[in-house]
């Protein structure tokens, strides 16, 4: 009788996995994702001037010129130097790009005659529009 007892007790066990740990798991991966998304950032570290009148950009355009306040130039974070010139980088960038729109973060800082001198390289490229990126400004309640 009791080896029948303790047959029975064995069928009787519960054979589900616990899921509580892989759940807490799960919550703490997702609190860490929360708190390290925002402080994420994409491309150059520039400080961006500050504009009122902004529309959306695109969440991943194809072509970005980023200018840093001491002149250094990346063309979608390909650095532009002697074995990278300019207007080659931006050629190369806009045969694979679906349209000839090239985006400019430039540092407010940086002096506006560097960027009309660039003017030209970018259209000698083939851009055909140059879109402006600012940081939106913050709007005052009266």
Avoid at 2 to 7: D, H, N, V, Y
Avoid at 93 to 115: E, H, R, S, V
């Amino acid at each position: 009788m009791g080896l029948k007892a303790l047959k029975m007790k064995k069928e009787a066990v519960n054979a589900e996995p616990n899921v509580v740990p892989l759940c807490d798991v799960l919550l703490v991966l997702l609190i860490i994702f929360m708190v390290v998304t925002p402080l994420v950032q994409q491309g150059v570290d520039l400080k961006l001037p500050v504009a009122s009148n902004t529309i959306e950009m695109p969440d991943n355009p194809d072509v970005i010129l980023y200018i840093k306040k001491d002149g250094t130039l990346f063309v979608n974070d390909q650095k532009v130097d002697d074995r990278n010139p300019l207007q080659i980088l931006l050629e190369d960038a806009l045969m694979q790009a679906t349209d000839k729109k090239l985006y400019l973060k430039a540092d407010q800082d940086l002096d506006f005659g560097n960027i009309v001198e660039l003017i030209g390289t970018m259209k000698n490229a083939g851009v055909e529009d140059i879109g402006i990126i600012t940081d939106k400004k913050a709007e005052t309640i009266k």
